[in-house]
């Protein structure tokens, strides 16, 4: 009996080590430019934890050799980061967030944004600058009846926005919408509605910050969108090209 009760004890106390190191409180600090940034989120995805860093910066929050820690603020980078075995012996983790910034053509707007990735769930072609400035100014032949089409032009004619639409042109995610679309209801627009590939752009251009559009782009539902897209052409767009080539 007596041996029994000490080998319990001996299994204890060596389990002890194993149960503090699987499960440790983790000790941090986040900054940005070598400064400390109170008001970051962090998460312990894989046991359903959260913190918040104080005004110094610094967080505990529970953890073990594996676990993803996500750390996220407003206008900063998301940052995940994997617990490894100095993270826990440490006396504390320095974590570090990047300022998360779109430039616009000289202009740098930080903000926290959603890419074209995350909205198609793929990386859409990268362009240059002297690329996106073709989208905006380049001349398109609408084809028999019609003289040569400038987007721009037109959708400035149809909506006396062009400056708005400048814009709209360099935003990644209107422009993936209107590559799906150029991309994925080529066939389609085409076959049924007789389309050549000038007409089909404008199309692409004229709808792309639709949200109807954006809700059918992100869910791959191009049937409801070969609705949509017939609807906009007959009823609205077609009329409105035919009146500026007149």
Known sequence: MKVNKFFLWLCFCVSLPL???NDLV???K???NNQPLPGVHIQNIDKKKFVTTDTEGLFLIHGEVGNVLKFTHVGKKDLYRSVNKEDLEN???IIELKEQVVELEG???KETTVTAKDFLGYTPKKRTLEEKR???NNNFWAGSGFPPINIL???NAISGKRKYYKQALKNETNLAVANYIIDNM???LKKDLGLDDEKISVLAYYVMENPDIHNLVKSKNDKQLEFMLTDIWVTDLSEKLKNKGK
């Open 186 to 188: 080529n066939r389609f």
């Open 91 to 93: 006396e504390l983790l």
């Open 26 to 28: 983790i000790k941090g």
């Open 107 to 109: 202009v740098e707007v």
């Open 30 to 32: 986040v900054i940005h």
């Open 153 to 155: 032009a037109i959708l």
């Open 134 to 136: 073709s989208y905006a």
């Open 19 to 21: 149960i503090a190191q």
